[in-house]
């Protein structure tokens, strides 16, 4: 292979691999997925917690460096499918979204009052905020309530094989 050729498939190779980079940073606010999910189980292993449950508050928070603006909702947990001694019906769990309301891109944000199936894990940060959760997934972990708190809805689909619709018994295998 001639030294030119072999320099411009370096610097194509190079061109992809920034290209691959700017395309999962504008991905929105919800961030860069580094999963699909091709199933409901497949979801829930890689989740600590799979609950239903009210979203009563919602704050924004700036407690991150560099993460920008983040809604903190404090569910109040109806039910579960996959939980742990901390988290039982009647509990509260805050889930950490990135974004606010007002935000161009705020992707799936949980609304205060609504009624949710939500796949969740732990957020991985430091201190108090270390008890808090992510939504598996970015929006493929949330699911609305349909008709109170039984059946619920896909909230948005991001190219993941789930199903369109649940109930909390078929949480864990769908």
């Known amino acids: 292979m001639t030294r030119l050729r072999r320099h411009t498939l370096v610097a194509a190779a190079l061109i992809a691999v ?25 979801m829930a292993d890689s989740s600590s917690l799979v609950v239903t449950g009210t979203v009563d508050e919602q704050r924004v928070a700036n407690d991150v460096a560099s993460a920008g603006p983040t809604t903190l909702s404090t569910v109040r947990v109806v ?39 939500l796949y969740l894990g732990p957020s991985a940060l430091e201190g108090d905020l270390a008890e808090q959760f992510f939504v598996t997934g970015g929006a493929a972990g949330v699911y609305v309530a349909e008709d109170g708190r039984t059946d619920f809805r896909r909230g948005m689909d991001e190219g993941d094989d ?3 619709r649940l109930s909390l018994a078929d949480a864990l295998e769908g």
Do not use: E, N
């Open 18 to 42: 920034g290209l691959v980079s700017v395309t999962a940073c504008a991905s929105g606010s919800s961030g860069s997925r580094a999963r699909m999910y091709d199933s409901v189980s497949s």
């Open 79 to 117: 039910d579960t499918a996959k939980t742990d001694a901390d988290h039982p019906a009647g509990s509260t769990v805050i889930v950490r979204q990135h974004g606010t309301a007002g935000s161009s891109h705020p992707g799936m944000l949980l609304r205060q009052g609504t009624t949710y199936l």
């Open 162 to 164: 789930l199903p369109a």
